[in-house]
Each structure stands twice: as structure tokens, then as C-alpha cells.
């Protein structure tokens, strides 16, 4: 499976961008993907998951601004993020599983996108 992500870029504190991540490949083999996030001087988080029948869940600092969706032939997920803060710029990067993991065991999650850049300026 390979992934593409894209939609990131310089964005003002309170606006919005929304991410797509496209995968190829072996997609019948996906079971869950995900949004992980990294800032300098951090490590890897989770943002939000996406299960294959359509649950979804997001981490604290994200709750009630981004969402995660995706198209029907579940292949491709996005990120809606809106009202973004400085705190949320990080290289965005999109990640498939092979099997359940709700958004834990981050080192589970076998195929990862090449990240995308988000900056939000205060």
C-alpha cells in the first residue's frame, strides 16, 4: 500500500485546511487509517482514525475542530481542520493498519504517507 497526502500549507490562526491522504495498492488489505501528527522537538500523536465501518475517534486536543471522513470506495480519508492555533502546526502524516487498533499501538500501523506540512501563524 502506498499513500499520498497533500492540503497542507500556511494558514492563520481560526482558519481552516482540509487534508486528503490517497492510497494505492493492495487496498482491500486496509482495515483502519489515521492522522498522526509531529512538532519540532515532539513526538508522534495521534489526531484521528477512521475504522472500516466508519467509526471514528479523535484525540483531546483536536475534539470539536478537526474531522476525520472518507470517500466510499475507502481509499481515500481526509482531515477537516478548522479553527486552528499555532499548537496544531506539525508534519501531518496518514497511516494505514492491517488490522483493528483504534488509534493506539502507533507502531502497528504498518504503511505511512511521506507527511504533509501544516503551519498556523498566531
Known amino acids: 500500500v502506498q499513500l499520498q497526502a497533500s492540503g497542507g500549507g500556511l494558514v492563520q490562526a481560526g482558519g481552516s485546511l482540509r487534508l486528503s491522504c490517497s492510497a494505492s495498492?493492495?487496498?482491500?488489505?486496509?482495515?483502519?487509517m489515521a492522522w498522526y501528527r509531529q512538532a519540532p522537538g515532539k513526538e508522534r500523536e495521534l489526531v484521528a482514525f477512521?475504522?472500516?465501518?466508519?467509526?471514528?475517534g479523535s484525540s483531546d486536543p483536536v475534539k470539536g475542530r478537526f474531522t476525520i471522513s472518507r470517500n466510499d470506495r475507502k481509499d481515500t480519508i481526509y482531515l477537516q481542520m478548522s479553527s486552528l492555533k499555532p499548537e496544531d502546526t506539525a508534519v501531518y502524516y496518514c497511516?494505514?493498519?492491517?488490522?483493528?487498533?483504534?488509534?493506539?499501538?502507533?507502531?502497528?500501523?504498518?504503511?505511512w504517507g511521506q507527511g504533509t506540512q501544516v503551519t498556523v501563524s498566531s
Open positions: 477512521i475504522t472500516p465501518g466508519g467509526s471514528t
Open positions: 497511516a494505514v493498519a492491517l488490522r483493528p487498533l483504534a488509534g493506539k499501538e502507533q507502531h502497528e500501523y504498518r504503511y
Open positions: 495498492g493492495t487496498i482491500s488489505d486496509i482495515n483502519e
